[in-house]
């Protein structure tokens, strides 16, 4: 029998782990198991656990603090509340639960205690018992556990030290180790092997999903080409692409080696006016062009239009992959702040700031890009060619955002799903390089797809009425690129998802190409665990997170029937139209031109360019091109915008929903970024209660200056209640503080039809550096500022208070007289 309280305090801490392989013993059906109230995935084990531990909540989950028993798995940090229902053990698993964050998803873990903050690392020594717990996560969530005075000294030390070991990537497996905590198991394995795929998108991997999509944009000229159904054309572009119908598979063939990487010419989309929407990569100028090459070359880069071809450089004006990724981490040193250092940007020069990290400029640059072949498109009778070097990302931006403005069906769920699918996963974006989910290639490293989300946020934002999609969706999107889990983000091309999924190899002879090679040991069970699609929502959200993920929209016409694949009826346009066969121009900041060596075969050092299309002189046709995109001034205040509602929507489904790029139009994605700024803040500035924070000090001075303003206003109204209610311009003085610094910010987000409005704003911080819970009578978020009805009514800098009510379609205005405009014309700085 062992005796002894040391012995005894080592028993009861294995205990966890001994149920654990009990437990997982026991039964092969992949179902929830519930392991001291925490509904845990088959083979998942307990490594430590903490009793009462209190979360703090965030603006979307209500605000406040809730109680309950803080875990540290294999795979996650969960959080089980004291009053939650009981797991139901019949349910299906899912990854994560709505209080809970992945290892994965950690960067940072820092603890706070009396006047101190540490960040914690494997070899960490800590010299005080934590009071507060704070995970900085990689899509930018801050979480923050407080532990209560009668929380164990030594679960508080060990699960802080248990989750500061488990998420650091010690190696570059550590990604393979995290999937097989989380999907290794027999009973996940065997689970997601019969998971049935969502039927309602399409998922782009035959000829059946590409023939559908072109029945849907009426693209008959247009067909499904099998030629690199081996990958042996370009490993790069998927198996199935879509061509003109007059090109041979064999002829096609001759044209790949004059592509980057044999990113020839393909169609993406075609809108309803009959303009063809296309992707390629730059043309190989060191390769001899033969007759018969240059006439496929030029059928397939007309396409079935035989007059007008555009072709659209995105390398000038777009950033980087490079300019992208220093951006990005200038705005997530901004907005959090840096921890390790204790030093944050003061609120005076938190405008000028984020004006430096570039991040708005590029996503205006995006969006301007995007409208302007949108209103070329719009034109008719014309194919835009989008050419970038490598064609795997700026031209995924760019193509994907004029999809969303033109075509509704992009603005749905699935449609948007759909989207992604075609134009990032399918067509090859390197989301396996660009996320470096390894950490091990920096220089590779860029969110790309990150900014697309941010411009598909600021259309969201300034027509939500026009979007089925919210900005739940959107978020819930943005955090799942950082969980190495899914198919969709670990790979870089449709030919590395079918070598890992079939457990294929391949190797190359002369004479045979690529050929598919099976590996010896590929009859038994891969070691890799099966990794489902981003799109099986269920695996991540409860149903009820999956309801907000959409909203009720009013149902979009049919398209008009065709008159000769062409809606158009401008005659300005049919006069640009009726051009010279093969005239080819290129759209260049803002302007056309025709110069001589934009077709390799067409510039007289080749030789044997003779007799194919002609081209056009570089004056003709091109003041008809400018017409198009002078139709809407890019650079100017738009017109429709009023005080009351903005910037007017298009009519016609089908037009273009052309963003607003002024200044105080764009604004920075809150709900994505700012969502764990206020913790940051807090806790780089470490200061004992007795002492309120510098924001809270600001918060209370505004509120002050706002109650003397309602009292003037009331007082000089000698009745209220028959004075016409006149909607207040909330977001005209754009959320001044006593500092004079003005923040970017919207009061309040948008509110479209059906929108589900965000939780009030927060009321006062008050932070808490001391262990103890505060008494029964006293909630554990105090605010010291109440009116005479006892409620709270501090606001943040960030945004007014909750009792402001947001306009529908509320956008930014012009800025008051005292402010002016950045050189950039990006923020408002006064």
């Not at 540490?118 to 717990?133: A, D, G, M, W």
């Not at 017409?627 to 100017?636: F, G, I, S, V, Y």
Request: glycine fraction near 6%.
């Amino acid at each position: 029998m062992l005796t002894g309280s040391k012995t005894t305090f080592k028993v009861r801490q294995m205990l966890p782990d001994i149920k654990e392989r009990m437990l997982s013993q026991s039964g092969v059906n992949a179902r929830s198991r519930d392991v001291f109230g925490l509904r845990c995935l088959p083979g998942e084990c307990v490594l430590q656990r903490a009793v009462m531990v209190r979360k703090k909540l965030t603006a979307r989950e209500g605000r406040g603090w809730l109680s309950g028993t803080l875990f540290c798995t294999h795979f996650r940090v969960a959080f089980v509340p004291q009053d939650s229902p009981k797991p139901d053990d019949n349910a299906d698993p899912v990854l994560l639960g709505d209080h809970d964050v992945a290892l994965a998803s950690i960067e940072k873990v820092v603890v706070v205690g009396p006047n101190r903050t540490k960040l914690v690392t494997p070899n960490s020594s800590l010299k005080f018992t934590p009071e507060e717990l704070v995970l900085y996560c990689r899509d930018m969530r801050v979480i923050c556990f407080l532990f209560d005075r009668l929380t164990p000294d030594a679960q508080v030390i060990e699960i802080t030290y248990t989750i500061a070991k488990t998420y650091q990537p010690l190696k570059p497996g550590s990604v393979l180790s995290f999937q097989n905590a989380a999907l290794g198991s027999v009973e996940m394995k065997q689970f997601l092997s019969n998971r049935r795929r969502d039927t309602h998108m399409n998922w782009f991997e035959s000829v059946l999903d590409w023939e559908q999509e072109l029945e849907r944009c009426g693209a008959s000229g247009w067909r499904v080409s099998s030629v690199n159904d081996r990958f042996e054309m370009s490993t790069s572009l998927p198996r199935f692409i879509v061509v003109p119908q007059k090109v041979l598979d064999t002829e096609l063939k001759k044209s790949f080696a004059h592509f980057n990487e044999g990113r020839i010419p393909r169609w993406c989309w075609r809108h309803p006016r009959g303009s063809d929407l296309l992707r390629m990569a730059s043309f190989q100028n060191n390769i001899y062009h033969e007759k018969d090459d240059i006439r496929n070359l030029e059928m397939v880069l007309f396409g079935c239009q035989s007059s007008l071809c555009v072709v659209v450089e995105l390398g000038e004006e777009l950033p980087s992959p490079a300019d992208i990724q220093l951006a990005h981490s200038r705005l997530r040193a901004l907005c959090l702040g840096d921890i390790s250092t204790s030093v944050s940007v003061p609120d005076d020069k938190w405008l000028s700031t984020l004006e430096s990290t570039h991040w708005l400029d590029y996503t205006r640059s995006c969006l301007r890009k995007a409208s302007e072949v949108a209103c070329l498109l719009r034109g008719g009778h014309l194919t835009v060619a989008l050419q970038e070097a490598e064609d795997r990302d700026m031209s995924c931006v760019v193509s994907s955002l004029v999809q969303v403005m033109c075509d509704p069906h992009c603005r749905t769920q699935h449609g948007f799903q759909s989207l992604v699918q075609k134009e990032w996963v399918m067509a090859g974006h390197r989301f396996y390089s660009r996320i470096n989910y390894h950490r091990d290639n920096d220089k590779e490293e860029a969110p790309v797809f990150l900014i697309f989300l941010d411009c598909v946020w600021q259309l969201w934002s300034q027509y939500p009425s026009r979007f089925q999609l919210t900005e739940d969706f959107l978020l819930a999107l943005h955090d799942s690129i950082h969980l190495p889990l899914f198919s969709s983000f670990l790979a870089n091309c449709q030919r590395e998802r079918c070598k890992r999924s079939q457990n294929l190899g391949q190797s190359y002879t002369p004479v045979n190409g690529w050929r598919d090679v099976l590996h010896p040991d590929s009859s038994s069970d891969p070691s890799d665990p099966p990794l489902p699609p981003v799109w099986d929502w269920a695996l991540q959200y409860s149903k009820h997170r999956q309801d907000r993920f959409t909203q009720p929209i009013p149902p979009t016409p049919p398209l008009q029937p065709l008159l000769n694949g062409n809606l158009n009826t401008n005659p300005d346009t049919h006069r640009l139209t009726d051009a010279i066969p093969g005239s080819v121009f290129l759209l260049s900041r803002g302007t056309f031109s025709c110069p001589a060596n934009l077709l390799p075969w067409r510039s007289s050092s080749s030789g044997v360019y003779k007799k194919s299309h002609r081209r056009a002189p570089s004056s003709e046709n091109v003041p008809g091109l400018e017409r198009l995109l002078k139709a809407w001034a890019l650079t100017e205040l738009p017109q429709g915008l009023t005080s009351t509602s903005g910037p007017q929507g298009p009519l016609d489904p089908y037009e273009p929903l052309l963003p607003l790029l002024m200044g105080p139009c764009m604004g920075l994605w809150r709900e994505c970024y700012l969502r764990g700024a206020l913790h940051a803040q807090a806790f780089s500035h470490p200061i004992s209660a007795n002492h309120p924070h510098p924001v809270e000090r600001l918060a209370r001075e505004v509120q002050q200056l706002k109650d003397k303003l309602d009292q003037v206003s009331s007082s000089t109204d000698p009745n209220p209640s028959a004075k016409t209610a006149e909607p207040r311009r909330t977001d005209t003085n754009l959320n001044q503080n006593t500092n004079n610094g003005t923040f970017l910010f919207p009061s309040s987000r948008p509110q479209g039809t059906g929108v589900p409005r965000a939780a009030p704003l927060p009321t006062s911080i008050n932070h808490q550096t001391s262990r103890g819970s505060p008494p029964a009578s006293a909630p554990p978020f105090r605010s010291s500022h109440k009116d005479s009805s006892g409620s709270s009514k501090h606001t943040f800098l960030f945004g007014h208070s909750s009792s402001t009510e947001a306009r529908p379609d509320q956008r930014y205005y012009p800025a008051p007289n005292n402010a002016k405009l950045s050189k950039s014309n990006g923020s408002i700085a006064s």
